[in-house]
């Protein structure tokens, strides 16, 4: 277990998988949870990938599951077959050598950002805290244009406009979940301060949009007037709270250019405490107003 700098370790969770009680890791999850998603979106059966693959649909089926590894040799094609592209089917590679090594991933923003799209697919609780920025699924496609891309002199053109693709299919995901997650968002007042000198119009739009978002069931979304370390401006919290098809809890923070997927216990539940405290001080977007700031600073 544990966890290592742009790293992402491999968790285990029990999990009831049909046939009693057994253990799932994160790694198996990711590609288990990758291929699926992936076959389904693409419209094939899992006869038509067995019959593509040479396989069995028991074999296949059983791979879904998580009841059978999938061979490392074979998880290529198999991801292919299913629709997935050649990235991430690089990520998944990555993760199966990693698995049978016994070692932890080690993996990239890219490869986070991946993982934890994938978790707000499945997972039932989510936390989202960000003190300068607006969290990537409920930005508006301006404040992404205008805010983000300036912050990031370093990413090309064609990275921000992938960049902006990710967060809009983030967002679809959790629109369309047939479910109701529960989904808390903290915002630093930073991050409004800033967009509102930028552009009163683009402040009030994105404030709007922030707004509808808190009236979908399961969102809450509320802003923190008061300044957090920089050890402590931003990390995600996730939590499988009985969804079957969700991998153990983790927590993901990142600074520069190092990220982490941490799953430790101990860790998770510091961070936990963490959240509690922050998110007791912050102010429901329905009620908050910055008038009176405004004032003071005036």
Known sequence: MGVCDSGWSIARRSTNLGAGMAF??????????????????????????ADELFYSPDTIRAWELGRATIPLKMLARYAKACG??????????????????????????RFNALFMSLAEEFFGSFFKFDATFIPGPLQLKEYHDLIVRPADPEASDDESKDGWVFKEARRIALEDRPDQPMMSFLIG??????????????????????????????VSIRILREPVPVRMSGFSIYQPEDMPRACPPFVYTEIADTSWCIDDPDRIARYDELRKRLWKMAIRIEVYRDDDRRDRMA
């Open 24 to 49: 799932e890791d994160s790694g198996g999850w990711f590609l288990k949870t990758m291929v699926r998603k992936h076959r389904i979106a693409s419209g094939a059966t899992q006869q038509a990938i």
């Open 84 to 109: 997935v592209n050649d990235e991430i089917i690089g990520y998944m590679v990555q993760v199966a050598i990693a698995r049978r090594e016994g070692k932890p991933v080690e993996a990239d923003m």
């Open 189 to 218: 007042e930073a991050a409004l301060v800033h967009l509102r000198r930028f552009s009163e119009e683009l402040y009030q739009k994105q404030m709007a949009y922030l707004r509808k978002w808190a009236k979908r069931p399961g």
